[in-house]
C-alpha cells in the first residue's frame, strides 16, 4: 500500500489561533478514512492544513510522497482533487462547464466528454445544461461532485460533502467515492453523521481541540468512552442487519 | 452562438454605430458634402469628419472597451456582478490623481496628467485586492469600494477647495465629469499603448477567472497559482481603467452595465465573457457620445454625465438581480 497523504506533527495556526496541533496521519490507496468532531474542532482546519492552503508552523504533509512545499500549483491538483465546504457558486455557468473545470490540463473537447461522464456518474446527465444556480441545493451537490470526480486525482478529499442533502443523496455520494476507492482511489471525507461514518468509512479520525484524539476501524474509533468525552454522548454503535448504528442520548 | 460570430457580429453593429457617430453632429451636412468629405479629407467637411469626429469616436470607442473589459475582469476576479471600476472607487482615484496633477501645475508636461491618472487607479486597485483578500463576502467589498469612492471624491474636493486658481478648478471640473470633446488622433494613440497592455493581462487572467467560479480554495487546488491571477487581473484592469481616466476623464457605469450586456450570451462565463464586455462598453459609449452630441442643450452635455444618469439606474436594477446569487 502506498501513502498518498501523510501529515507528520503537522501543526497551523489560523491568526492568533493554533486550530491544528501535532497531527500525524497516513492515508493510503484504497480506503475511505472519515474525519469526525464536534463543530469547530478543527476537521476543516485538518484537510486545509494538509493540502497547503494553510501555513503550517511545524510539521511536514506529503503528497504521494512528495513534500507539499516543493510542489508547484498544478502537479498539486495532479495528485489531489479537493471538495471544499463552501458550495457557493459565483456564476450561473452550465453543469457541464462547471464540472470541466477540474479538467483544464484538457483541450476544450476531451474535458466536455469527461464532463459530461462524470455527470452521467452522479446521475445528474440530464442537468449537464443547466445554469448551477438554477438547481436545488442537491442537484448542485451533485454537479459538484462530478467536479471532484473529473480531478481524476488518486486522492479525493471532500468537506462535509453530504451536508444538507436528503438521506438518499448522502448514501449516493458516498457509494460514488467508494466506487473511486475501488478503483485504487483514496477518499477523506469529513462527516457529522457518526452512523454514516461507521458504515461508508474504513477508517475514522476523531478530531478535537485541534488534535486527532483516535484513530483507526469505526468500532474502535467510536468506542464508548471518545464518544462520551469528544461528543459528550452517552452510548455505542451497535451491530445491526444494515450495519452500524449509532444508539446513543446526550450525556 | 460561438463566442467568434458573437464578437464578429458585435463588431458590425459597432462599425455602424461609428459610421452614424462620425456622420451626424452639431453641424448637419447635405450629401454633396459628405461626398466631399470622402474624396476630399482636406476639405471643410473632411475636417470636421476626419479630424474633429472620428478621432472622438475612437477615443469614445477605445475608452468604452477599456472600462468594459475591466470592469468584466474585476467582476470574475471578485465574483462579484456588481464590481466596476467605478463602484470599486479605482476611478474615483484615478481622478483624483489627474485632479492633483492638474492642481499642481502639471498640465504642462506632457504625459504627467495621464501617469498621475494611471497611478491613480493602480493604487486604488491594489487597495480593492487587499480588502478583497481579507473580506470574503462580496456586500463587504461593495462597502469598501463605496467608501475609497467617497474617500477619493472627499480627497478630490480638498484639491479643489486649495486650487489655486479657477482655471485649474474648471479644468478639474471639467476632466471629473468625463468627455471625450476636442480629442485628436494622437490623444487616441497614446491610450492605445496602456490599454492594449492592460487587456493582453486580462485576457491572460481569462482561464483563472474562470476557474474562480467555485470560489478561491477550489481554484487553487484544480492548480491555479492565485497570487499571479491577482496581479495578472488588477494590474490589467487598474491600467485599464487608468488609461480610460486619462483620455477622457471619470467615466462611471460602462464598466459595470457592459459585461451585464453580454452575460447572457456567453452563458455566464467569465472567460468567455471578456471580449464582448470590451465590444458591448465600446459601443456603450459611441452611443452616449452621440446621444450627448446630438441632444440639444444649451451645453453640450458631458459624456460622464450621459453614462451617470443612464448607468445608477441600470446599477440598482442589477443590484436587485444580483442578490438572487447571494443568497444561496
Not at chain 1, 489560523?14 to 501535532?22: I, R, S
Request: net charge neutral.
Amino acid at each position: 500500500m502506498s501513502a498518498l497523504w501523510t501529515l507528520e506533527g503537522v501543526t497551523a495556526r489560523q491568526g492568533p489561533k493554533t486550530v491544528l496541533e501535532a497531527a500525524s496521519l497516513t492515508v493510503a490507496a484504497g480506503e475511505v478514512v472519515g474525519v469526525v468532531g464536534p463543530n469547530g474542532a478543527g476537521k476543516t482546519s485538518l484537510l486545509r492544513a494538509g493540502l497547503g492552503l494553510l501555513p503550517l508552523t511545524a510539521g511536514e504533509a506529503r503528497l504521494s510522497g512528495k513534500a507539499l512545499a516543493d510542489l508547484k500549483p498544478d502537479d498539486r491538483a495532479k495528485l489531489v482533487g479537493y471538495l471544499p465546504q463552501d458550495r457557493r457558486v459565483a456564476w450561473n455557468l452550465p453543469a457541464r462547464m462547471v464540472a470541466a473545470l477540474s479538467a483544464t490540463d484538457l483541450a476544450h473537447e476531451p474535458a466536455d466528454a469527461l464532463a459530461l461522464e462524470c455527470l452521467a456518474r452522479v446521475g445528474a446527465a440530464e442537468l449537464a445544461d443547466r445554469g448551477v444556480l438554477d438547481m436545488s441545493g442537491g442537484e448542485r451537490a451533485r454537479v459538484l461532485l462530478a467536479r471532484l470526480l473529473a480531478t481524476r486525482a488518486p486522492l479525493l478529499i471532500a468537506d462535509e460533502p453530504v451536508a444538507g442533502l436528503d438521506p438518499d443523496a448522502q448514501l449516493l455520494t458516498l457509494d460514488l467515492l467508494r466506487a473511486e476507492v475501488a478503483k485504487g482511489a483514496a477518499v477523506v471525507v469529513t462527516l457529522h453523521d457518526l452512523t454514516l461514518a461507521a458504515r461508508s468509512c474504513d477508517r475514522i479520525v476523531v478530531v478535537d481541540h485541534g488534535r486527532i484524539v483516535a484513530e483507526g476501524p469505526p468500532r474502535a474509533a467510536l468506542s464508548r468512552d471518545i464518544l462520551g468525552r469528544v461528543f459528550r454522548l452517552d452510548g455505542e454503535l451497535i451491530e445491526t442487519p444494515a450495519g452500524p448504528v449509532l444508539a446513543a442520548r446526550r450525556a | 452562438m460561438s463566442l467568434l460570430r458573437l464578437c464578429l457580429l458585435m463588431l458590425l453593429v459597432l462599425a455602424l454605430a461609428a459610421v452614424v457617430a462620425v456622420s451626424l453632429g452639431e453641424t448637419p451636412f447635405t450629401l454633396a458634402q459628405y461626398a466631399q468629405a470622402l474624396s476630399h479629407p482636406a476639405s471643410p467637411p473632411g475636417e470636421v469628419l476626419w479630424t474633429i469626429r472620428a478621432p472622438r469616436v475612437a477615443v469614445a470607442a477605445l475608452v468604452g472597451a477599456a472600462l468594459g473589459l475591466s470592469g468584466a475582469t474585476m467582476q470574475g476576479l471578485l465574483r462579484n456582478p456588481l464590481a466596476d471600476p467605478g463602484v470599486l472607487g479605482v476611478s474615483a482615484v484615478s481622478g483624483l490623481g489627474a485632479a492633483v496633477a492638474i492642481s499642481a501645475g502639471l498640465a504642462v508636461l506632457p504625459g504627467a496628467i495621464e501617469l498621475a491618472a494611471l497611478v491613480g487607479a493602480l493604487v486604488a486597485g491594489a487597495m480593492v485586492v487587499v480588502l478583497a483578500a481579507r473580506f470574503r463576502e462580496p456586500e463587504a467589498l461593495i462597502l469598501f469600494g463605496v467608501a475609497l469612492s467617497a474617500f477619493g471624491g472627499a480627497l478630490t474636493a480638498l484639491v479643489f477647495n486649495l486650487s489655486p486658481s479657477p482655471v485649474a478648478t474648471a479644468e478639474i471640473l471639467a476632466w471629473l465629469m468625463g468627455s471625450v470633446e476636442n480629442r485628436d488622433w494622437h490623444d487616441a494613440l497614446r491610450a492605445l499603448v496602456p490599454m492594449a497592455i492592460g487587456a493582453a493581462l486580462c485576457f491572460r487572467a481569462g482561464q483563472g477567472l474562470r476557474m474562480l467560479t467555485l470560489g478561491e480554495e477550489a481554484a487553487r487546488m484544480s492548480g491555479l497559482p492565485m497570487a499571479r491571477l491577482r496581479v495578472y487581473a488588477v494590474a490589467g484592469s487598474a491600467l485599464l481603467t487608468g488609461a480610460g481616466v486619462a483620455a477622457a476623464g471619470v467615466i462611471g457605469f460602462v464598466g459595470l452595465a457592459a459585461p451585464h450586456l453580454v452575460r447572457a450570451l456567453v452563458k455566464d462565463d467569465p472567460k468567455r465573457i471578456l471580449w464582448p464586455s470590451a465590444l458591448a462598453g465600446a459601443l456603450l459609449l459611441v452611443l452616449a457620445d452621440l446621444a450627448a452630441r446630438l441632444i440639444p442643450t444649451e451645453q453640450e452635455l458631458k459624456l460622464g454625465v450621459v453614462t451617470a444618469l443612464f448607468g445608477a439606474p441600470a446599477f440598482a436594477l442589477l443590484a436587485w438581480r444580483a442578490s438572487r446569487s447571494w443568497r444561496s
